[in-house]
T-cell receptor, first 110, second 114 residues
């Protein structure tokens, strides 16, 4: 799996968009980009994943740079329930076997 | 979506005793499950890969005789922490991949050894 780099923490206000960046400069051509989040005292939950094209789902959007060396998770309207640690991972097709980095602690202010 | 359930959610045990944690896939079959450990304010660390019908594969540095893993059916994997000590106190989390592209995690088990 490629090494990923994320900011330690970010803050946002409720109902504002949040852009969480991730660098994965050593990503290989077949590595997917995965995002998971972990709410306090819970197991992680899947957020979104992508390979080359930008992706949207009901939870978030994933913007992938053209060279794939970075990506951005976009929460369109942050809520207090989005406060969590967000993990970005870039790896192969061994879904489920994930290598977690330190992630970004997102704080959402009311 | 798919559901992975862990039991118990929390457990307190005395030093030297063994504790069993169960991980079940409720609405899908999982030939492979993964066990992670998370210490306070740290990230998740993969401990082992649980394989249905065969031996588990442990990550480097994880004692296989201390952390016994059994994957006896397509919906159940168990992690037994043997002769637990205070340094084994941690948050243990299991996950199972589906045929899709996402992994589903249990809610975690907080183990406290006193």
């Amino acid at each position: 799996d490629a090494k990923t780099t994320q900011p330690n923490s970010m803050e946002s206000n409720e109902e504002e968009p949040v852009h969480l960046p991730c660098n994965h400069s050593t990503i290989s051509g077949t590595d997917y980009i995965h995002w998971y989040r972990q709410l306090p005292s819970q197991g992680p939950e899947y957020v979104i994943h992508g390979l080359t094209s930008n992706v949207n789902n009901r939870m978030a959007s994933l913007a992938i740079a053209e060279d794939r060396k970075s990506s951005t998770l976009i929460l369109h309207r942050a809520t207090l329930r989005d406060a969590a640690v967000y993990y970005c991972m870039a790896g192969g097709t061994s879904y489920g076997k994930l290598t977690f980095g330190q992630g970004t602690i997102l704080t959402v202010h009311p | 979506g798919a559901v992975v359930s862990q039991h118990p959610s929390w457990v307190i045990c005395k030093s030297g005793t063994s504790v069993k944690i169960e991980c079940r896939s409720l609405d899908f079959q999982a030939t492979t499950m993964f066990w992670y450990r998370q210490f306070p304010k740290q990230s998740l660390m993969l401990m082992a890969t649980s394989n249905e019908g065969s031996k588990a594969t442990y990550e480097q540095g994880v004692e296989k005789d201390k952390f016994l893993i059994n994957h006896a059916s397509l919906t159940l994997s168990t992690l037994t922490v043997t002769s637990a000590h205070p340094e084994d106190s941690s948050f243990y989390i299991c996950s199972a991949p589906t045929t899709g592209t996402e992994a589903f995690f249990g809610q975690g088990t907080r183990l406290t050894v006193v």
